[in-house]
Structures are given as structure tokens and as C-alpha cells.
């Protein structure tokens, strides 16, 4: 089966709900494993990956949890369906890039998805809408029980699940979040904030994970520490520092409205502006708009929107998926063009936003009578 | 300040690490700073990892030294060949069996990376079931020892019976 066809359209994909989803994303656990026998992924020849990835494929086609799933080796997907799985967050950018001996499965809906010799010879995810931590736990734990009776995995009494990278070592667990914190950017509390959870041993990244700038005001916390404590406690700590964040954002938010109302609608309203007139516009700008927009809709700035317009429109716009739906031979330019005509279209039918913090002062929007 | 690796752009990046009683400097402008990774909390506590800078920096002083480091550094992981420069190099390991090869020089470096250097959590369960049952194995066997001291014979006795059900063919000695 076609990729774009077995993917979830960006209509029903962000259309999905959960816990806290005004200010969580999504929630994601990783699992590291390797097999014994094999060299790891960086170091094995070709030759090695490609009898490793014969081993490892069909156990995870195997499992109960894969039984409606796209399998690909990435030697068979062309460039543009590697880019667009990036965007859609079940690949890195160096996953991406390689050829034979790699792969990926990801089963009906994208909630579990396993790499196949990326960094260690399987990287599996559970990704879930909003703050589902343990959810996402017990779903990649179920998948990873099913295929430890699958495949001969390589752990250590002492050391635990032995990774590529020391950094992985133990329980090879990354649990991470992604978070929309405009909030704390608008108000400049930002720094701080990734500054005392960056204290607590934890990684503030962006949106695309390791050394990749926060588009969007999209920020992702995760644990850094592997070894030494147990899954289900990195998953508490993160739970409970993640409750602090969403505390500190939703206050933000809120001193914003109260103190500040016409710096808040000033963003707003110039986002929704642009977006909505625009005949050119980039990606980048485009995601930070879209972050404002979505601001507007969670501070009821725009009644009788859906918020799934503004996440659909985030997936839509970016440049793989807009190559997808047009030509892969887009140039950037072109597709800048195709972007603005695309949000003007979609944004037609919304209204202006309309701020009541701002009480009598909003008046002036509207026409005199 | 130049940048160590590029020579070109203001270094920015100041590391400086304690070997023994040895202080290692390195300048870095942001971009190779960047590149070597040094921003990435998991792997910037090495400063041999980024260049071995420190060697080459005074090569001329330090050949003879290096030459006979070169000797004793050149531990080989006996599965996959891989060796401590390789690690030097990028940071990751050749393959499983290189915990056991390198684990002397790497239970310093989980220290400072992990909140401990012994695992907690998750384990397979066939694995998991062979170390409680030798666990427990030996705990009882320590009970037997305190029973049969104290000449408690019928607990001694139980005890035997219950090693018997866990380890059937071994520390059972044939019956006379």
C-alpha cells in the first residue's frame, strides 16, 4: 500500500483529543533495544545491517499490535515520503537519510511506530494526543513484552538494555512531551522556565527534536538520564514537572489577558492577518502564525473556529506534504505562493478575532453606528 | 580568542576539564562548538572526544607519550573490533559485547551521564526469571547453613526440600 494512503488524513489527525491538549501536543515513549549477535547500526557493515534487518522486520510484523501497519525498508521509499514522515514526527532527519538495511513500521493511526536500525537496531514509539504519559508507557511496554519473546534482545543484568550510546544505557527510555508554550514566550518567561527544568535533568529541544530550534513556540521536555532509575519513576517525574509547566503557561496566559490585553490581541490579530492575506508565506513564518492563531482559539479570540483547522493547516502547510498534494518538483518559491493561496482559501470563512479583555477599547473594532 | 578547530571565527565556547592533575582548555566558536557537540549535555564532559586536541596541540612534546599511549589505548572489542578511538570518534559503541570489553573506562563516564551505574526497571522476563530464581536460590541456602548451625533440623529439612523444587539436578547430591 501506498504511505500517504495508509497515513491518517491531517483532517481526522488533528482531529484527535486528549488530557491538557490546549498546552500538550502530544506524549511520546521511546524504547531502545538491540539484539545480541549484531553490531550496532553505526558500526555494522551494510552487509550486517541488512541480515539484521531480515531478523528484525518480520518480528515486529509479528506482533498483535502490528497486525494493520505500513512496513517499508527505506531503500523503497522515495525522498519525499521520508520527508513527510519527518514531518509527521515517526522518523528523524537521520533516519531519513539512510538506505538499505533501515526501515520503519508504524501500525493504523501512528500510535506505534518502530524504527529499524537507526541509532540501535529498533527505536519504537507510542505517540498519543495530550498529556497520556502512562498510556503511552503501557502501549510501547505491551509491544515491547510481545517482541522480547520474538527476538534474542541484548541486556545486562547490571547494565540493563546496552544501547549504541551510553546515553540510552538501562532502560533506554526517552519519555517526552511536546508542549505549546506561547504563553511563556510572549510573556519572556520562557528562558527561565527551560533553564530550571533543564536543572531538574530534564532536555528542553525543538520541534524536531535534538538541535533543532523551537518553530512555533513548540517546545519538547524529555528525561535524559537512563540508568539508574525505573521506568515507571522517569515517567512520574516527568509527569509532575510537565503539571508545573502547563501551570506556569496557563498563568502566563492569563497575566497576559489581564495585564497586557493589547499586546496579546496585537499578536493575534497581525497572525490572523497575514495568514488570511497573505500571497506568499514561508513554512517557518507560517508555524509561528499558526502557533498565535492557536492561541486566539484556546483564549476564545475566535469563536465558531475549530482548533482542528489550525493543526490541520500546520500539517498541510509544510513543505513535504504541500509537494505531496501539488508537485515534487516544487521549487520554495512556488510553494510559498501555494502555501498563501492555501490559508487564504481555508481561512476564508473565519471571522476576525475579537477580543472582550480589551472591554470598552474594543469598541473602536467595530464600525460606527 | 581563535577557535581551536576552524582557526577562523571568535571562539565563544570555553571548556575546560580536569585530568588528573592536568587542566585541558578548549576554545570553540559557536558553530564548531555546535558541531562537536558540545552543547549536548550527554556528551560534552569528554574533551578527548572532540578532537584529542590536547595531543595535538604540543605533538612534537607529547609524540613519545602518545606513541606508548597508543599501545596501552589499544583495547579491541574481541566480537566487532571495535576500538577506544572509535569511540573517540563518535561517542557510540561497536556492539553489545563492547560493555564487557570497555568496562572499565566506561563506569566513570555512566557516572557522571546517569543518576546510577546499575540498572533498575524493566528486564525481560526469561532473563528476570533466571536472576530471581538464583537469588533466591541463594538466600535459602543461607537460611539452610543458619538451621542446620542452630540445629534446627526439621526447618533445615524443609528448607533442603525447597532447594530440591528450584535447583533439581544441581547441588543435589546423589541419595546413599
Known sequence: MELINFLSKPSDFSRRTGPNDKIVLSSRVRLARNIRGFAFPGFAKKAERVRAFEVLRPAIEATAAMADRFAGSMDTLDALDKQILVERHLISREH????????????????????????????MQAIYPGLQLKKAFAAIDALDSDLESRLDYAVSKDLGYLTACPTNLG?????????????????????????????????????????????????QVSNQMTLGESETDIVARLDKVLAQIIEHEENGRQSLLEKKPKVLFNHIGRAYGVLSNAYSISSKETMNLLSLLRLGHDLGFLPGVERALVDELSIVTQPAHLRKKFSDELQ??????????MLRERLAGVPRPQCKALGDDASLDKPQE | MQCMVCKQNTAKVHFTQIVGDKMQRVDLCEECAKAKGVNDAGSFSFADLLLGISGEKDSAAAG?????AAEVDELKCPTCGFTQADFKKNGRLGCPECYNTFADGLEGLLKTMHKGTRHVGKMPMALKAKTDSSERLKSLQKRLEKAVQQEDFELAANLRDEIRQIAPRSSTPAAP
Open chain 1, 332 to 341: 520554495p518559491e512556488e510553494r510559498d505562493l501555494l502555501r498563501a493561496d
Open chain 2, 64 to 68: 613519545a607519550t602518545a606513541v606508548a
Open chain 1, 96 to 123: 531519513a537519510a539512510k538506505g538499505p538495511g533501515s526501515g520503519i513500521v508504524f501500525n493504523h493511526q501512528e500510535i506505534l511506530c518502530v524504527m529499524i536500525n537507526e541509532e540501535d537496531h529498533l527505536r
Open chain 1, 171 to 219: 532502560t533506554g527510555i526517552r519519555v517526552s512531551a511536546m508542549l505549546h508554550l506561547p504563553g511563556l514566550v510572549l510573556a519572556e518567561q520562557i528562558n527561565p522556565i527551560i533553564q530550571s527544568v533543564n536543572k531538574l535533568g530534564l532536555a528542553v529541544r525543538g520541534l524536531y527534536g535534538e538541535g533543532t530550534e523551537a518553530l512555533g513556540n513548540i517546545f
